[in-house]
């Protein structure tokens, strides 16, 4: 299941999403004036039907691509964070 937008659904997410004080976090971090919220949304698979074992294999397994993807984008863009 897929939602977008959902800082118009939640209130709490609202606050995140237009939160200043992460703004500033992001841009000292990325090193910019300013930063945008490209996409907001939330990917999630319901729970039941599969097995425990199953569903670690595929958290790990996916866990490890984003993380090496965005180890690559910060390797080819020459972005240490140190």
């Known amino acids: 299941?897929?939602?977008?937008?959902?800082w118009r659904e939640d209130p709490e997410i609202k606050k995140l999403v237009f939160s200043k004080?992460?703004?500033q976090i992001?841009?000292?971090l990325i090193g910019v004036k300013g930063v945008r919220l490209y996409?907001?949304?939330?990917?999630?698979?319901?729970?039941?039907?599969?097995?425990v074992l199953k569903a670690v294999v595929r958290i790990?397994?996916?866990g490890t691509v984003?993380?090496?993807l965005t180890a690559l984008?910060?390797?080819?863009?020459?972005?240490?964070?140190?």
């Open 60 to 62: 790990t397994f996916w």
């Open 39 to 51: 996409h907001n949304q939330a990917l999630f698979k319901e729970a039941g039907g599969s097995s």
């Open 21 to 23: 004080r992460l703004a």
């Open 26 to 28: 992001a841009t000292a």
């Open 73 to 82: 984008v910060g390797y080819l863009f020459n972005v240490n964070i140190a």
């Open 1 to 6: 299941m897929q939602l977008f937008n959902l």
């Open 66 to 68: 984003a993380m090496s």
